[in-house]
């Protein structure tokens, strides 16, 4: 029996492991950690490049630490992306970027094609919160993409002609051309953003759509 060196055996089982779990393109965030993912300059100065280019109107906001995995980085606040938006405070700019771009090229589209009426209005539930993933006891300690301001919530739209579609009230309707237009909005949402939570998922989003830009390419 060949005995292999105990120096030899200890990288190549480091290499296995590695690949094995992949690179995460952007760290897992627990609460007791002291420094959270910061988007390098050059990201977020071309990332604000991309909002003047498509004539999203933005203010930049100053980056702060606010607790433990908690914090502003690289973050804006969209002041004008063509359609009023409510309920939307900081978001780093890479997510704020995908969501002026989902709303003004697949929510706004799909509202007149599909249900016949122009977007007014997009009903926000929330951007920045400094707290865990809802239900997180069962995954652990873990940050949600909303203590970086890396995740937009979402719970309705309203058209010109009055009416208001809602997440708790008609994601489940009876109305084939409103299930179009859910079916529609959320395939754009996860070509856009790495995480998209809906109330198919789980009871802790039936009234919103979550929209995270992370590297987790989930979509349910």
Not at 9 to 14: A, F, K, R, Y
Not at 88 to 95: F, H, I, L, P, Y
Not at 115 to 142: F, Q, W
Request: charge should be positive.
């Amino acid at each position: 029996m060949v005995r292999v060196p105990l120096f030899l055996i200890v990288p190549i089982l480091g290499a296995v492991l590695l690949s094995a779990c992949g690179r995460p393109d952007r760290p897992v965030q627990q609460a007791s950690s002291p420094e959270p993912y910061r988007p390098p300059v050059r990201e977020t100065a071309q990332c604000e490049a991309d909002l003047r280019r498509e004539g999203v109107d933005y203010r930049r906001l100053p980056d702060k630490d606010l607790g433990p995995g908690c914090g502003l980085y690289g973050a804006v606040q969209l002041t004008d992306i063509g359609v009023p938006v409510t309920g939307v405070t900081a978001m780093r700019c890479g997510n704020a970027r995908a969501f002026a771009g989902w709303v003004r090229n697949a929510v706004a589209p799909a509202a007149w094609q599909i249900l016949g009426s122009p977007l007014v209005k997009v009903e926000g539930m929330g951007t920045y919160a400094c707290r865990n993933i809802v239900g997180s006891a069962r995954i652990g300690d873990r940050r949600s993409g909303h203590a970086l301001a890396n995740a937009v919530d979402i719970g309705g739209f309203v058209l010109k002609d009055g009416r208001r579609i809602t997440l708790l009230g008609d994601w489940y309707s009876s109305d084939p051309q409103i299930r179009q237009f859910w079916t529609t909005i959320r395939a754009s949402a996860c070509r856009r953003f790495g995480t998209v939570l809906s109330p198919d998922y789980n009871a802790a989003h039936r009234n919103h759509l979550h929209l995270e830009d992370d590297a987790a390419h989930f979509c349910r």
